[in-house]
């Protein structure tokens, strides 16, 4: 059985100019899925960290928080994605 393979997804446009980044077609989901993981560990770090104070979020780390959400949320699409198309392939 082949090893499941992400399905290309972009997460910063540049408008009409095309897609800026994406996640690439062809990354192994296992890996992916750790890193996206990593990514969404890294969120709840700064939040908690962030709940500790009364200051709250500044401008700045909402940001930081907002991209690395958003980069999370296209690797777990790109899997399931991948998956959704070695499914696909499987019942052909």
């Given at each position: 059985m082949a090893m499941p393979t992400?399905?290309?997804?972009?997460?910063?446009?540049?408008?009409?100019s095309?897609?800026?980044v994406e996640v690439r077609a062809g990354a192994?989901?296992?890996e992916v899925l750790e890193l996206a993981s990593c990514r969404l560990s890294e969120v709840?770090?700064?939040?908690?960290e962030q709940a500790e104070h009364d200051e709250g979020l500044t401008q700045n780390m909402l940001y930081v928080t907002q991209d690395l959400l958003v980069g999370a949320k296209a690797m777990v699409d790109a899997c399931s994605g991948g998956l959704l198309d070695m499914k696909g392939r499987a019942r052909a």
């Open positions: 992400t399905r290309p997804q972009s997460f910063e446009s540049l408008g009409q095309g897609d800026l192994p989901i296992d709840l770090e700064l939040l908690r």
